[in-house]
């Protein structure tokens, strides 16, 4: 038999040598770092996708949609409006409730200098004010965004909206329209170097509109036979951003608005005749056609007193090239 | 059994310590078969130098199987301690620092297009140590990251995203000293939109898949199975150690076998420092836990929610028509600030903390309510001067008094991560290696204690 004495001695070596070993084991471990992949982010404004074209949707008739209601015989004094009338309400409540846009440069947009509003539509806004209290800062502005500027007609969260809003069948068939303040038309506005020259050149381009404007929709409806990519963005200038970051070659909308837009970005140029018509009205909620009626009487002052053009001159004049046009002729269908 | 019986007439017979066997009768007697003593286990293992030789290798293998299990309970919790010291935490705390840094580059670069044309000079300066920290910390970050490609890949994210989101602020900026002011809220938007589409998401990735490695390294680090088992191991060895020195005092007849005694007393001591430093341990980590890592998340997301609430009531004034969903934000971002704050628990310091960030929330969401409310009925002017106002009642100053506040707890909860693991680091620093030296010294007496038996029956 092998002696026991020796062989137990082993396993104490052993287990010193092991302990050792685990204790070794324990204090030794290396981070190894990974290459990572670096993909080039292609940043859009929020919401901007590409819409994929549809056949264009019949257009709803319903005669003139630009015919409103004739204004009053006589305009009310300001600060007397007739009692009953929803501008004695309003006058009563001591301001009026605007909707309005604060992003559309030119039109309805916050300045930055004073702080308030300013813009074409804005200075329409301050003329009912004025006929109203007989001053035109009694007036509350509400930023409404364009999807919205129907329903906040419609439940009374502003008493008129001006906002570039295009009358047309559809919606006239749930509000009111005053009579149209300006006329405006589709255009295309690109880069100053561009070769685009018109509307035959957006084949196979990169076009930019706002969603849920007219614009986008005439663009999509002609997108399948020019294989255009139609992108659309909440907000026009959010098209400016995407003009200037290369990710598109058009922007495609009102020629009102694309001045708005050549106004903060001179290297940009409005090219082609519009191919559209764009009546711009005021939007009054159908249950009171007695403001639609009065603001119409104050258009039409607007129109021969030399207003309008004077709006124009301070709004637009310095940014749309030629001759200051004559304000848009007035159609009414009849009297509340 | 009959083996001991028959012993027991000399079990109390003292001799010489360490001396030769009294007696070669004890080694020549005869041994009880296994048929006639069938229930003693020491009995069962045959003949003499047979259950000497079983014995002393029984004791070394378990000497042997506690020293490995116990320095590896030692190692596993010292390796995860140190993982949720050294790398884990800092990942978490750089995360939240990044996410802080930029939601505050965010809400103040809204808060500055919101004061007008002329930038004011204190937003930037906040401005540029919020990019200018949340770059350095990705560089650190990054580097933390090592081996965790999905933090890395995160990280990495946001360190591509950086530099364009400063690119459109910078343009945005640019706009508006132009008097561009629609063309330089829709560039502040854009960058808006890519924080709080990609960056700040990243970060979360990170800060959410870190925040679980923490705990599951505070769960290793204070893991008990292991622990439970060398326990268990060792109470097998002591009881195996006492019971070889209770049959070897009557089979030969000595009341002491010094080593062995001396190994019993070494195993014994071991078990205690053992059980005391590991208990020890696991409370340090559990405090870790309940009174740092816990309260860091929930101050540093209450910490992130305001910012975003901040960022929302700003963006909202200055983009709305654009992006209506801010608002949407803003009231999912407070219902999750309030039912955070509601859990808020813990210590009494961490309490009145906590007591004190609720009031804070409270004026800034009462502020907020006002800011809605005012521009609702469509005086934006006043709307945008509470907005950006630097009175005491303005959002800036109630939201930054808030946000003051919860960086105090997050400091705090912070140190006191920091103080509990570096305590519980402390409380196993030597037990691993004086744990192997004491059962190596064990293992060698008991070697030693037998020897002299075992040599008996050359």
Known sequence: MR?????????????????????????????????????????????????????????????????????????????AMPAGSRMAQIQARGYLLAGVDQNTYLWGYRDPVTGGFSGFDIDMVRQVSQAIFGSPD?????????????????????????ETMTINCQREQSVDFSTVYYVAGQQILVPVNSPIAGPADLGGKRVCATEGSTSLQNLVGTAVARGVQVWAVPNETDCLVMLQQGQIDAISTDDAILQGLRAQDPNTKIVGATFTNEPYGMAISKAHPELTSFVNGVLAAERSDGTWARIYADNLGPY????????PPATYRGSP | MAVLEEQEGIAGGVAPIGGPPAAVTGAAAPVSTPASAPTSRLGALGSTPRRLRVLAGSLLGLLLLTGVLAVTTVAARQSATTAARQRTAPLVVDAQAIDIALSDADATSAGSFLEGRIE?????????????????????????????????????????????????VATASAAERQGSYPLAAAYLAEANNLM????????????????????????????SWLAVLTGGVLLVLLGLLVATQVWMGRRFRRSLNVPLAVATVLVLVVGVWFSLSLAAQATHVDSAGSSGSAP????TQARILALELRADDELTLLTRDSVPSYQQDASSVALS???????????ASEQMLTGQVRREAAAVQAVHDRIRSTDRSGRLPSAVALASGAGSEDLPALSSNLDATLATGVDRAQQSFGSSMAAADADLSALGWGTALLLSVAAALVAFGFRPRIAEYR
């Open chain 1, 3 to 79: 002696p026991l004495a020796t062989g137990s001695r082993r396993p104490v070596a052993v287990a010193v040598v092991m302990l050792l070993a685990t204790l070794a084991a324990a204090c030794s471990s290396a981070p190894s770092s990974a290459p990572v992949a670096v993909t080039t982010p292609d940043v859009v404004p929020a919401g901007a996708h590409v819409v994929h074209p549809t056949p264009p949707s019949p257009n709803q008739t319903c005669g003139d949609p630009t015919a409103s209601l004739a204004p009053p015989a006589t305009m009310p004094t300001p600060g």
């Open chain 1, 138 to 162: 009694k007036v509350i502005y509400v930023v409404v965004p364009n999807a919205d500027r129907v329903q906040a007609v419609q439940d009374g969260e502003v008493d008129l909206v001006a």
């Open chain 1, 320 to 327: 749309v090239p030629g001759p200051n046009p004559t304000p």
């Open chain 2, 120 to 168: 004011p000079a204190a937003l930037r300066t906040e401005y540029l140590a919020d990019t200018a920290r949340a770059s350095a910390m990705l560089a650190s970050a990054e580097q933390a990251a090592g081996s965790s490609s999905e933090a890395s890949a995160a990280f990495q994210t946001v360190a591509t995203d950086l530099p364009i989101y400063t690119g459109l």
């Open chain 2, 196 to 223: 709080r589409s990609d960056m700040l998401p990243a970060v979360t990735r990170v800060y959410t898949v870190e925040s679980s490695g923490l705990t599951t390294d505070e769960g290793r680090a204070s893991g």
């Open chain 2, 296 to 299: 860091l998340a929930t101050f």
């Open chain 2, 337 to 347: 600030l309030n039912r955070l704050l509601a859990t808020g628990n813990g210590t």
